[in-house]
């Protein structure tokens, strides 16, 4: 018996022993880098699963029990032994430091036979309870269910959509019902998935689907702003489409990739390029080089000046200081302008001013006309506006007057053309008088008077109110016997 005991007593000693030295992790640390540990503490690092270098996993498992290890790390190494406790008083840490080594021997209180076992529990229960408390607040619905849609877990953000979808007075104990039985088991696919809330409102839900061994790991995020923003913009989209198809100037926007994307049928119209060719969304070269087979733009002189002119086109466009106007073959005329967008996208807007270049062409034509006419006179004549701005002048006038300059003959003020009259003619009061004439509102009648130039001959000068406030200065020469030259020739 007493051989029993002694033997059972240095079992138990060789016992307290073992356990003392397996209940003890310990890690070598050598310039920021973890180089060794015991075994013991090489398996607790197994049981951690932070995404970091072994390091970086030691220092999230201790910083979880000791408030204070961090700042080992953050302050110089100094020769010396310093011991922390634990937040619960179980476990101590003994820190030894050498030049750039650092020794890290980890006792625990609650001693059992697994040994390190302590330690790897405690690591599990930290990260458990981590992961407890992640999916308590994620704000997105999270559940496991098996194959046929029996949920095995869910987390607080589902049970709450179980109570606003079903109601406040559901039950929420086992089973739970399966709010998405629609959703199919598609990894990597996302589905956007409609329910209703008890108060009758839409709750959009975006799902996805992860398999997990047998079961599957689905979320849920709701989409409700998504789907009303993507409601907004298609509403959006068809208020310019429909903005668009109205417009009588052809629309056609390029994205970034210089590919067609928009259109309206203004540039059907305009273009007579055929839907399918747009629809197809071609290149902006492309675009361009179907509209000079069409004959729809001017004409190249060779390759090499288009293909310079369609660079040049796209780097004005995407500056907005391409404008131009496109005289076409067939007589119609083109103003053509480019307009830069967000995101890199430009748009060619086609306007056809056929109508208008006519109508100024015509009424150009009919202002020649009308000169022609008017330089046809024998008497020199100026049209004041009602600002005293020189308008109208014709060729008798110059040759009178001396004034070729084409820059004076229109937009001249009133004192600067009697000014010139006066260089030209003796001195007369007639020109002040003309002048306040040319200003006057009111009390505007025709008079005249007669003025002598310089040269010796003499001119009636005929000034008459016209309709808008304009003034109407008409010169006549005179013989030097008093009678009109042109009576004078009648009379011979």
């Known amino acids: ?18 356990a003392s030295t397996e209940d003890m992790l310990i890690y070598l640390v050598r310039s920021d880098v973890l180089v060794d540990a015991n075994i013991a503490g090489k398996r607790v690092l197994e ?24 700042q080992i790390f953050d302050e110089p190494l100094q020769p010396g032994v310093r011991v922390f406790s634990s937040l619960d008083q179980k476990s101590k840490l003994i820190v030894e430091t050498s030049d750039n080594s650092m020794r890290l021997q980890l006792t625990s209180s609650d001693f059992t036979s697994e040994g390190e076992d302590i330690h790897s529990l405690r690591a599990l229960k ?31 953000s589902y049970l709450d959509a179980v109570k606003a979808i079903l109601g406040a007075d559901t039950q929420t104990d086992w089973p739970l019902p399966n709010l998405f039985p629609s959703l199919k ?28 061994g047998r079961d599957y790991l689905c979320t849920a995020f709701k989409a409700d702003e998504a789907v009303r923003s993507e409601n907004r913009r298609r509403e959006f989209t068809q208020t310019l489409t429909k903005t668009f198809a109205e417009l009588a100037i052809g629309l056609a926007i390029f994205d970034r990739s210089r590919n067609l994307v928009l259109f309206n049928p203004a540039l059907l119209d305009l273009t007579s390029l055929p839907t399918d060719f747009l629809a197809s969304r071609p290149s902006m070269v492309n675009f361009l080089d179907r509209l000079r087979e069409n004959r ?7 390759y090499r000046t288009w ?18 106007t496109w005289s076409l073959p067939d007589g119609h005329t083109y103003h053509v302008t480019g307009r830069p967008h967000p995101d890199g996208a430009v748009a060619l807007l086609f306007e056809d001013i056929s109508a208008e270049m ?86 505007r009648e025709e008079w005249q008077a007669s003025v002598s130039l310089k040269d010796g001959r003499s001119v009636l000068c005929r000034f008459l109110p016209q309709k808008g406030g304009g003034t109407l200065a008409v010169f006549r020469l005179m013989s030097s016997s008093g009678v009109v030259k042109e009576d004078l020739q009648k009379a011979v």
């Open 47 to 70: 049981t951690i699963s932070a995404p970091a270098e072994p390091l970086g996993k030691l220092k999230a498992y201790l910083a979880t029990h000791f408030d204070s290890f961090v």
């Open 358 to 443: 006519s109508l100024t062409r015509r009424f150009r034509a009919e202002l020649e006309q009308s000169q022609s006419v008017i330089d046809a006179l024998e008497d020199g004549v100026a049209m004041f506006s009602a600002a005293g701005q020189l308008i109208l002048t014709n060729k008798a006038y110059c040759d009178l007057w001396g004034t070729n300059d084409q820059s004076f003959l229109t937009g001249a003020d009133v004192s600067d053309v009697t000014r010139a009259w006066h260089e030209v003619a003796s001195p007369t009061p007639v020109w002040g008088d003309f002048r306040d004439f040319t200003r006057r509102t009111h009390d």
């Open 185 to 212: 088991m598609a990894s990597g696919k996302t589905s956007r998935i409609l329910l209703k809330n008890q108060d009758g409102t839409d709750a959009w839900y975006d799902c996805h689907v992860t398999p997990v």
């Open 1 to 18: 018996m007493a051989a029993y005991a002694a033997m059972t007593t240095l079992r138990t000693r060789r016992s307290a022993k073992t």
């Open 126 to 156: 930290s990260e458990l309870s981590t992961l407890r408390a992640n999916a308590r607040a994620a704000p997105f619905l999270l559940w496991r269910q098996t194959s046929d849609g029996r949920l095995t877990w869910v987390n607080q």
């Open 307 to 324: 293909r310079n002119s369609i660079a040049e086109l796209e780097a004005a466009a995407q500056d907005g200081t391409y404008s131009e």
């Open 296 to 302: 729809v733009m001017p004409e190249p002189r060779d």
